[in-house]
């Protein structure tokens, strides 16, 4: 049968224990001796047993009192050792935030992101995955993923928070000898003519609906991941989409990386966050600090990318005059 003890009175009961004194123990609480002496009473009454041995020189566990003590101090051990967790937590020392991506980000956006976090809280734990989108969504939905990140395009249920964090123009990754790599960025007209490398499953809707069909790839050569697009395109004519950012991934290929204009599309990239009743102060910090960090790193993208307009297979600015991009969700 339970027993109404309360920690105060196991607080006291070990406080007189550590100082075999009341007065000691009173002060040490900053109670009155009183007071500590009707924990004590009301203590002993509840488990119904004398627990201390009293005399006008000392006071000590009675029998029943040793064996009780050091279940006593590793209750209020535990509690303690709970509510240090807690606020660690609270205080962002200690978490856990579990991240999922495409290999677009995860090759691009991810690394600086995780890194610029873990610099601001080290003591969180954020455990990334690169899977392909669907496996993004599907950790949302199951509760295995914390944050996603993706095209804003993929609408995932309503158990999920969508925030477009950046809009990042498509560009085009083509072979150095590849006559349209002469110029400073390339038409969708220009592009007809060479297989397109895909790795977007969604290309089709969300991109090419926003190209005159006149000027859609006549080919498209299917892939699963934009390393073997772009290690397909080192040993054969054709071409690679991707989103600006992508610039030092394209350049580690030794490829030749342009504007893809008229019409110029945006790609938008959103963070997918689980709803929940209340979100871990981990996820939480998160989430904002991508907010902000998202931001900042998109424009210092595009300041990198302008000075290397004119270098041969360089990244080459976009022409200027031409109409706003289109925005869209791919």
């Known amino acids: 049968m339970a027993m109404d003890v309360t920690l105060r009175q196991l607080r006291a009961y070990v406080a007189v224990l550590e100082s075999a004194s009341f007065s000691e123990a009173a002060r040490a609480m900053h109670l009155s001796q009183a007071a500590l002496s009707g924990l004590i009473k009301e ?18 566990a009675s029998s029943v ?60 734990d954020v455990r990334f995955d690169d899977v392909p989108i669907q496996e993004v969504l599907a950790g949302l939905q199951n509760g295995s993923t914390d944050i996603g990140f993706g095209p804003a395009g993929v609408v995932p249920d309503q158990s999920v928070e969508v925030h477009v964090i950046c809009a990042d123009p498509l560009w085009v990754a083509l072979r150095s000898d590849d006559p349209l790599a002469r110029g400073k960025s390339v038409g969708w007209k220009e592009l007809r003519e060479r297989p397109l490398l895909n ?29 073997t697009a772009l290690s397909m395109l080192r040993v054969r004519q054709g071409a690679v989409i991707c989103p600006s950012m992508a610039e030092p991934l394209v350049r580690g290929f030794g ?20 709803h929940s009743a209340s979100l871990s102060p981990a996820v939480e910090s998160f989430r904002d600090f991508t907010l902000g960090f998202s931001q900042s790193w998109a424009a210092k993208g595009f300041e990198r990318r302008r ?15 031409r109409r706003p991009p289109a925005v869209v969700k791919s």
Not at 76 to 100: M, W, Y
Not at 205 to 210: A, D, E, G, R, Y
Not at 255 to 274: D, E, G, S, Y
Not at 307 to 313: A, F, N, V, W
Request: glycine fraction near 6%; charge should be positive; hydrophobic fraction near 40%.
């Open 255 to 274: 490829l030749t990386f342009l504007p893809l204009l008229q019409p110029a599309v945006k790609w938008k990239i959103a963070m997918f966050v689980r």
């Open 199 to 227: 790795y977007m499953p969604n290309i089709a809707i969300n991109v090419l609906s926003q190209v005159p069909p006149r000027h859609h790839p006549k080919q498209m050569v299917p892939v699963h991941r934009v390393n």
């Open 307 to 321: 000075p290397s307009e004119g270098r041969k297979g360089g990244v080459a600015s976009p022409v200027r005059g």
């Open 65 to 124: 009192g040793e064996t009780f003590a050091p279940m006593a101090r590793r209750v209020l051990a535990n509690l303690d050792e709970a509510l240090d967790n807690l606020t660690n937590l609270k205080e962002l020392r200690r978490g856990l935030v579990r991240v999922a991506a495409p290999e677009t980000l995860s090759c691009t956006l991810l690394p600086e992101l995780i890194a610029g976090y873990n610099v601001r809280h080290p003591g969180v």
């Open 43 to 60: 203590l002993e009454s509840r488990v119904g047993v004398r627990l201390l041995d009293r005399t006008t020189r000392k006071v000590a």
